[in-house]
């Protein structure tokens, strides 16, 4: 096992139930109050890292090496998150030196949702490289070489390489499963050291999900998206690929009156961690900007 | 073939704008075959052109023709019509049609009437879907024969995204998640190997990241200059 070069790392290396939370940068320049909520609620002990999105649903904000950096600042560990669908690979690598240089550790590399999912939706594609060629990226970077090759056809050398803890993600409930497995043997192949996984709400699925990943010796930290309404979830189902909400959770939102709907959705998150705590190694929390539900989903999760 | 559709009338009323005395071209190539810009098509276009100046009081002529294909050199000797005796030609060939005409009729506008769109096939009756990008690279052996740059429309090589949705693209209810064709394709060949092995980057050289194209057979422009001597 390589030394560790995070505290995420060093909390998963100890076998710790690892928790991670998410912050997605403003559209504007308005960072500090999601800054100021990351510290006021997720600088715990009990929270490793937080993941900082990377131009979310390809809706244009600021960028997620900022958000990163002023987590950093504000002496909270950033899990930066790259997609590969804005940078083609001179960018990328770039980003790559840039974020280390700044302090950041641990990245994840994801493919992107499509840009016309987004608000820009004329916008070129880029996908010059893709999740598994952007592990590889870092992989070579760490090793001091970049993707290119210099006159003799030799990679060309880095003055001061980058070590990351690098991550990737994966569908676990999808319904053909066999293609994101492969996919996700080529991730760890190309250097993946984690799994955040997309949200699940079917610990049975997952269950099963996980023993047919056996094989795969990389810690798993499920995916858990707070579902604020029954509405939120009714449109995940219809529109989110890969994410099942069963109709008893979708119901029992929808019986909740308002004023408690908060409680049980963070009862839900609880739940869910843990029914599945047993056959993973954390959860990622994403609480779509309610940072102030992550201790009550810790605390009713038991952990 | 080259797929290629008409443009908007407004458009095409728009460029000719203009010009007094316009032919009409067809070509007969891919365009014919996809119906939309030979023959028959460039006798409705110029029909169409005529009855609108008419209905907006101007002065403008409209006549058709017709050749083989725009985007080789011998067929314009067919020409019925002398392209320098008008004003501008409406070209109904694809992008490369309209461009080479312009380098062999130096002294006349050649003008789009079509957005050359993609290289297809005719699926159904009417109906044609785009199969190839043209990236210079073809990966379609390792690939069960169905083309991820094209297919897949984040054009990955690696295998599916998370935007893979009961059988369909995240982009678009109605298009397949070009991964999944391609995985369900490997394994009824029992080639899943292909799909787990680990793709290198693109080198988008061969694509468009290298500037213009050019294919050279040196037998042939070999012969050429030894005939020449």
């Not at chain 1, 001061?160 to 569908?171: E, Q």
């Not at chain 1, 010796?217 to 309404?229: E, Q, S, W």
């Not at chain 1, 047993?278 to 309610?290: E, I, K, S, V």
């Amino acid at each position: 096992m390589s030394e560790a070069v995070s505290k995420f790392q060093r909390n998963l290396d100890a076998g710790k139930f690892v928790i991670t939370a998410e912050i997605g940068p403003p559209k504007g320049t308005n960072i500090a109050p999601v800054i100021e909520g990351a510290r006021k609620h997720l600088k715990s002990g009990k929270v490793s890292a937080v993941n900082v999105t990377d131009i979310q649903t390809a809706v244009m904000r600021a960028g997620s090496m900022v958000g990163a950096k002023l987590l950093l600042d504000a002496g909270i560990e950033p899990v930066l998150q790259m997609v590969t669908r804005d940078r083609n690979r001179l960018a990328l690598q770039s980003d790559l030196l840039s974020a280390y240089i700044l302090g950041i550790r641990n990245v994840l590399a994801l493919t992107g949702d499509h840009v016309t999912m987004g608000d820009h939706p004329q916008a070129m594609p880029v996908y010059d490289l893709d999740s598994v060629l952007l592990l590889q990226a870092m992989t070579n970077l760490e090793a001091g070489t970049d993707m290119g090759v210099d006159l003799k056809g030799n990679p060309n050398r880095l003055d001061g390489s980058p070590t990351f803890f690098k991550g990737a993600c994966v569908t676990p409930c999808t319904e053909e499963v066999e293609p994101q497995i492969i996919k996700l043997e080529k991730k760890v192949e190309a250097g993946a050291q984690f799994i955040q996984t997309q949200a699940v709400y079917e610990p049975a699925a997952f269950e099963k999900f996980m023993k047919r990943i056996e094989h795969i010796d990389v810690p798993v930290l499920v995916g858990i998206v707070m579902l604020k309404t029954a509405g939120m979830a009714k449109y995940m189902n219809r529109s989110v690929p890969g994410v099942v909400v069963p109709d008893d959770i979708i119901q029992r939102l929808a019986d909740t009156p308002k004023e408690d709907r908060q409680k049980v959705s963070i009862d839900i998150c609880g739940e869910l961690i843990s029914a599945m705590k047993d056959c993973c190694r954390g959860a990622h929390l994403m609480t779509l900007g309610w940072d102030h539900c992550v201790a009550g989903i810790i605390e009713a999760a038991g952990l | 073939m080259i797929v290629a559709e008409r443009k908007p009338m407004e458009e095409i009323v728009e460029m000719l704008a203009p010009y007094k005395k316009v032919l009409v071209l067809g070509c007969g190539g891919c365009v014919a075959v996809c119906l939309t810009g030979g023959e028959r098509q460039a006798e409705m276009l110029a029909s169409q052109l005529r009855i609108l100046a008419r209905r907006q009081d101007r002065q403008a002529s409209f006549t058709e023709d017709c050749i083989t294909r725009q985007c080789e050199r011998e067929f314009f000797d067919d020409l019925n019509e002398n392209v320098e005796d008008f004003d501008a030609v409406l070209s109904l060939a694809c992008g490369a049609g309209v461009q080479y005409m312009s380098e062999v009729f130096p002294s006349v506008p050649i003008l789009p009437a079509m957005n050359t769109t993609f290289l297809g096939s005719n699926v159904a009756p009417g109906k044609w879907d785009e199969y190839c990008r043209g990236c210079g690279d073809c990966v379609l052996a390792w690939t069960g024969g169905i083309c991820p740059i094209t297919k897949c429309s984040k054009s990955l090589i690696n295998g599916t995204c998370g935007g893979t949705n009961n059988g369909k693209c995240e982009v678009n209810d109605e298009m397949d998640c070009g991964w999944l064709l391609i995985y369900k394709r490997l394994k009824e060949l029992g080639r899943l190997d292909e799909y787990r092995k680990l793709r290198p980057a693109r080198d988008h050289r061969k694509d468009r990241g290298g500037g213009v194209r050019r294919l050279i057979l040196s037998e042939m422009t070999e012969e050429e200059e030894e005939a020449a001597q």
